[in-house]
Protein backbone atom coordinates (compact mmCIF):
# COMPACT_ATOMS: atom_id res chain seq x y z
CA UNK A 1 0.00 0.00 0.00
CA UNK A 2 0.96 3.34 -0.85
CA UNK A 3 0.50 6.48 1.61
CA UNK A 4 0.22 9.85 0.75
CA UNK A 5 -0.22 12.85 2.57
CA UNK A 6 -2.58 15.86 2.25
CA UNK A 7 -1.73 19.45 1.91
CA UNK A 8 -3.63 22.00 4.55
CA UNK A 9 -5.85 23.68 1.73
CA UNK A 10 -8.91 23.52 3.90
CA UNK A 11 -7.48 24.30 7.23
CA UNK A 12 -8.19 27.71 7.90
CA UNK A 13 -5.97 30.64 7.87
CA UNK A 14 -2.97 28.32 6.13
CA UNK A 15 -0.42 30.55 4.62
CA UNK A 16 -0.37 30.07 0.72
CA UNK A 17 3.37 29.70 1.58
CA UNK A 18 3.18 26.70 3.55
CA UNK A 19 1.28 24.96 1.47
CA UNK A 20 4.18 25.81 -1.37
CA UNK A 21 6.47 24.53 1.54
CA UNK A 22 4.79 21.42 2.11
CA UNK A 23 4.55 20.60 -1.21
CA UNK A 24 8.33 21.07 -1.22
CA UNK A 25 8.87 18.73 1.45
CA UNK A 26 6.92 16.01 0.71
CA UNK A 27 7.87 15.71 -2.85
CA UNK A 28 11.60 14.56 -0.86
CA UNK A 29 9.97 12.46 1.08
CA UNK A 30 8.10 8.81 1.62
CA UNK A 31 4.69 9.85 0.13
CA UNK A 32 3.68 9.00 -2.59
CA UNK A 33 1.12 11.31 -3.10
CA UNK A 34 -0.32 15.22 -2.41
CA UNK A 35 -3.80 15.48 -2.25
CA UNK A 36 -5.91 17.70 -1.39
CA UNK A 37 -10.17 18.69 0.22
CA UNK A 38 -12.68 20.80 -1.71
CA UNK A 39 -14.52 23.22 0.14
CA UNK A 40 -16.41 26.63 -1.03
CA UNK A 41 -18.21 28.39 1.68
CA UNK A 42 -14.80 27.45 3.82
CA UNK A 43 -11.97 29.37 4.66
CA UNK A 44 -9.56 26.85 2.17
CA UNK A 45 -7.50 27.48 -0.90
CA UNK A 46 -9.19 26.27 -4.34
CA UNK A 47 -8.09 22.99 -4.73
CA UNK A 48 -6.90 23.21 -8.29
CA UNK A 49 -4.79 26.31 -7.32
CA UNK A 50 -3.46 24.55 -4.51
CA UNK A 51 -2.22 21.27 -7.08
CA UNK A 52 -1.12 23.81 -9.72
CA UNK A 53 1.38 25.47 -7.02
CA UNK A 54 2.99 22.22 -5.57
CA UNK A 55 3.06 21.21 -9.70
CA UNK A 56 5.63 23.50 -9.85
CA UNK A 57 7.67 22.54 -6.67
CA UNK A 58 7.37 18.64 -6.93
CA UNK A 59 8.57 16.39 -9.68
CA UNK A 60 7.98 12.95 -8.21
CA UNK A 61 5.32 12.98 -5.90
CA UNK A 62 2.00 12.33 -7.54
CA UNK A 63 -1.28 14.91 -7.04
CA UNK A 64 -4.81 14.40 -6.36
CA UNK A 65 -8.29 15.75 -5.34
CA UNK A 66 -9.66 13.52 -2.70
CA UNK A 67 -12.30 14.22 -3.66
CA UNK A 68 -13.24 17.79 -5.92
CA UNK A 69 -16.63 18.55 -5.71
CA UNK A 70 -17.69 17.72 -9.28
CA UNK A 71 -20.76 19.34 -10.18
CA UNK A 72 -20.43 22.79 -8.53
CA UNK A 73 -18.47 23.65 -11.39
CA UNK A 74 -19.97 23.03 -15.01
CA UNK A 75 -18.05 20.29 -17.39
CA UNK A 76 -15.97 22.46 -19.42
CA UNK A 77 -14.63 24.03 -16.26
CA UNK A 78 -13.61 20.95 -14.70
CA UNK A 79 -12.38 19.15 -17.40
CA UNK A 80 -10.08 22.22 -18.15
CA UNK A 81 -9.09 22.62 -14.61
CA UNK A 82 -8.10 19.02 -14.16
CA UNK A 83 -5.92 19.04 -17.25
CA UNK A 84 -4.67 22.16 -16.60
CA UNK A 85 -3.12 20.77 -13.28
CA UNK A 86 -2.27 17.34 -14.83
CA UNK A 87 -0.66 19.26 -17.94
CA UNK A 88 1.44 21.83 -14.97
CA UNK A 89 2.88 18.40 -13.23
CA UNK A 90 3.42 16.16 -16.26
CA UNK A 91 0.83 13.91 -15.97
CA UNK A 92 0.66 13.18 -12.55
CA UNK A 93 -2.71 14.20 -11.24
CA UNK A 94 -5.00 11.13 -10.07
CA UNK A 95 -8.45 13.33 -10.52
CA UNK A 96 -11.28 12.10 -7.54
CA UNK A 97 -14.95 13.52 -7.63
CA UNK A 98 -17.90 13.31 -5.69
CA UNK A 99 -21.25 15.22 -5.12
CA UNK A 100 -20.08 16.42 -1.75
CA UNK A 101 -23.01 16.43 1.28
CA UNK A 102 -22.56 20.02 1.98
CA UNK A 103 -25.74 22.15 0.44
CA UNK A 104 -23.88 25.49 1.81
CA UNK A 105 -21.66 24.93 -0.52
CA UNK A 106 -24.21 24.49 -3.45
CA UNK A 107 -25.62 27.43 -2.32
CA UNK A 108 -22.64 29.50 -2.32
CA UNK A 109 -22.07 28.56 -6.24
CA UNK A 110 -25.53 29.56 -6.93
CA UNK A 111 -25.76 25.79 -8.22
CA UNK A 112 -28.97 23.48 -7.27
CA UNK A 113 -27.73 20.68 -5.28
CA UNK A 114 -30.67 18.43 -6.67
CA UNK A 115 -29.83 16.20 -9.54
CA UNK A 116 -26.17 16.35 -8.72
CA UNK A 117 -25.64 12.67 -9.21
CA UNK A 118 -26.81 13.08 -12.85
CA UNK A 119 -24.87 15.86 -13.30
CA UNK A 120 -21.62 14.48 -11.43
CA UNK A 121 -22.26 10.91 -14.42
CA UNK A 122 -22.12 14.12 -17.28
CA UNK A 123 -19.12 15.39 -16.23
CA UNK A 124 -17.73 12.01 -15.80
CA UNK A 125 -18.13 11.04 -19.43
CA UNK A 126 -17.10 14.62 -20.07
CA UNK A 127 -13.61 13.77 -18.64
CA UNK A 128 -13.40 10.07 -20.69
CA UNK A 129 -14.37 12.14 -23.97
CA UNK A 130 -13.01 14.75 -23.13
CA UNK A 131 -9.38 14.68 -25.47
CA UNK A 132 -10.20 17.48 -27.56
CA UNK A 133 -10.66 19.64 -24.17
CA UNK A 134 -6.44 18.83 -23.37
CA UNK A 135 -7.30 15.87 -21.01
CA UNK A 136 -5.44 12.64 -21.38
CA UNK A 137 -7.45 9.66 -22.18
CA UNK A 138 -5.62 7.57 -19.10
CA UNK A 139 -6.26 10.07 -16.51
CA UNK A 140 -6.63 7.97 -13.76
CA UNK A 141 -10.77 9.06 -12.38
CA UNK A 142 -11.75 7.76 -8.65
CA UNK A 143 -15.41 8.42 -7.42
CA UNK A 144 -16.47 9.32 -3.71
CA UNK A 145 -19.23 8.63 -1.71
CA UNK A 146 -21.55 6.17 0.39
CA UNK A 147 -24.99 5.73 -1.47
CA UNK A 148 -25.32 2.77 -3.83
CA UNK A 149 -25.32 5.12 -6.96
CA UNK A 150 -22.09 6.51 -6.03
CA UNK A 151 -20.70 2.84 -6.09
CA UNK A 152 -23.02 2.03 -9.70
CA UNK A 153 -21.20 5.75 -11.04
CA UNK A 154 -17.85 4.26 -9.96
CA UNK A 155 -18.37 1.36 -11.86
CA UNK A 156 -19.60 3.08 -15.00
CA UNK A 157 -16.99 5.65 -15.34
CA UNK A 158 -13.98 5.52 -13.24
CA UNK A 159 -10.57 3.51 -12.43
CA UNK A 160 -11.53 3.35 -8.47
CA UNK A 161 -12.93 4.54 -5.60
CA UNK A 162 -12.16 6.72 -3.11
CA UNK A 163 -13.38 6.72 0.54
CA UNK A 164 -14.04 9.33 3.28
CA UNK A 165 -12.24 8.21 5.83
CA UNK A 166 -13.17 6.87 9.30
CA UNK A 167 -11.55 3.29 10.95
CA UNK A 168 -10.36 0.40 8.81
CA UNK A 169 -13.42 -1.50 9.36
CA UNK A 170 -15.58 0.93 8.16
CA UNK A 171 -13.06 1.16 4.87
CA UNK A 172 -13.26 -2.92 4.78
CA UNK A 173 -17.00 -2.41 4.22
CA UNK A 174 -17.14 0.56 1.87
CA UNK A 175 -14.43 -1.55 -0.41
CA UNK A 176 -16.65 -4.31 -0.44
CA UNK A 177 -19.07 -2.48 -1.74
CA UNK A 178 -17.25 -1.18 -4.18
CA UNK A 179 -15.91 -4.26 -5.62
CA UNK A 180 -19.01 -5.63 -5.86
CA UNK A 181 -20.42 -3.06 -7.85
CA UNK A 182 -17.50 -3.14 -10.05
CA UNK A 183 -17.89 -7.22 -10.41
CA UNK A 184 -22.12 -6.44 -11.23
CA UNK A 185 -20.85 -4.43 -14.16
CA UNK A 186 -18.61 -7.01 -15.51
CA UNK A 187 -15.57 -5.11 -15.61
CA UNK A 188 -12.06 -7.01 -15.60
CA UNK A 189 -9.74 -6.85 -12.85
CA UNK A 190 -10.28 -4.48 -9.62
CA UNK A 191 -11.12 -1.00 -8.59
CA UNK A 192 -8.35 0.95 -7.27
CA UNK A 193 -9.29 1.37 -3.16
CA UNK A 194 -8.30 4.62 -1.78
CA UNK A 195 -8.81 5.72 1.83
CA UNK A 196 -8.10 8.36 3.85
CA UNK A 197 -7.26 9.75 7.72
CA UNK A 198 -6.24 12.54 10.03
CA UNK A 199 -3.66 13.26 11.79
CA UNK A 200 -1.74 15.84 13.70
CA UNK A 201 0.82 14.13 15.82
CA UNK A 202 1.45 15.58 19.44
CA UNK A 203 -1.26 17.97 19.41
CA UNK A 204 -5.22 16.60 20.45
CA UNK A 205 -6.78 19.91 20.61
CA UNK A 206 -6.11 22.02 17.63
CA UNK A 207 -6.60 19.24 15.48
CA UNK A 208 -9.60 18.05 16.59
CA UNK A 209 -11.33 21.49 17.02
CA UNK A 210 -10.70 21.70 13.21
CA UNK A 211 -12.38 18.91 13.00
CA UNK A 212 -15.23 19.28 15.09
CA UNK A 213 -15.79 23.01 12.57
CA UNK A 214 -14.85 21.45 9.64
CA UNK A 215 -17.59 18.61 9.83
CA UNK A 216 -20.10 20.61 12.17
CA UNK A 217 -23.04 20.25 9.28
CA UNK A 218 -22.74 16.37 10.68
CA UNK A 219 -23.91 17.28 14.12
CA UNK A 220 -22.97 15.26 16.88
CA UNK A 221 -21.39 12.79 14.63
CA UNK A 222 -18.38 16.04 14.55
CA UNK A 223 -17.16 14.96 17.95
CA UNK A 224 -16.91 11.14 16.32
CA UNK A 225 -14.71 12.58 13.72
CA UNK A 226 -12.47 14.77 15.86
CA UNK A 227 -12.08 11.62 18.18
CA UNK A 228 -10.73 9.74 15.45
CA UNK A 229 -7.58 12.03 14.61
CA UNK A 230 -4.62 10.08 14.95
CA UNK A 231 -1.91 12.30 17.30
CA UNK A 232 0.86 9.51 18.40
CA UNK A 233 2.99 7.53 16.03
CA UNK A 234 1.63 4.55 17.56
CA UNK A 235 -2.10 5.39 16.33
CA UNK A 236 -0.36 6.29 12.81
CA UNK A 237 1.18 2.56 12.12
CA UNK A 238 -1.87 0.88 13.62
CA UNK A 239 -4.14 3.00 10.85
CA UNK A 240 -1.65 2.48 8.32
CA UNK A 241 -1.74 -1.73 8.87
CA UNK A 242 -5.31 -1.88 9.44
CA UNK A 243 -5.93 -0.20 6.17
CA UNK A 244 -3.54 -2.45 4.16
CA UNK A 245 -4.71 -5.63 5.68
CA UNK A 246 -8.38 -4.17 4.29
CA UNK A 247 -7.27 -3.71 0.84
CA UNK A 248 -6.41 -0.21 0.79
CA UNK A 249 -3.57 0.33 -2.35
CA UNK A 250 -3.45 4.10 -1.27
CA UNK A 251 -3.63 5.90 1.77
CA UNK A 252 -3.74 9.94 2.34
CA UNK A 253 -3.18 11.30 5.94
CA UNK A 254 -4.30 14.73 5.75
CA UNK A 255 -3.13 17.44 8.48
CA UNK A 256 -5.38 19.04 10.95
CA UNK A 257 -3.02 21.40 12.11
CA UNK A 258 -1.28 23.13 9.22
CA UNK A 259 2.31 23.03 10.98
CA UNK A 260 5.19 22.05 8.31
CA UNK A 261 6.80 20.25 11.76
CA UNK A 262 3.52 17.80 11.27
CA UNK A 263 4.84 16.99 7.59
CA UNK A 264 8.18 15.51 9.14
CA UNK A 265 7.45 13.98 12.18
CA UNK A 266 4.87 11.78 9.61
CA UNK A 267 7.56 11.43 7.31
CA UNK A 268 9.61 10.19 10.34
CA UNK A 269 6.66 7.70 11.54
CA UNK A 270 6.47 6.16 8.07
CA UNK A 271 10.26 5.63 7.00
Known sequence: MDVGIGLPNTIPGTDGRVVV????????GPFSTLAVLDRLAYDSID???????????TERVGLATMI??????????????????????GGRLT?????????????????????????LSEQLAALRDGE???????????????AGPAFARMARYADGYAHNGGPPRTFARAAASALAAWSDLGRPGRPLLWGQ???????????AAYLRDYY?????????????????ARAIRDFVRGYEEAGCDELILF???ADLDQLDRLAEVLA
Open 95 to 119: LGLAVGARLDDYEAAGVDHRGRGPR
Open 21 to 28: EWARRADS
Open 255 to 257: PTV
Open 197 to 207: GYFALGDDQAG
Open 216 to 232: AFTGPFAEKIAAGNLTS
Open 68 to 89: AIGPLRNAALLVKQAASVDALS
Open 132 to 146: DLGVRPDLPLLVGGM
Open 47 to 57: PFAALAAAAGV
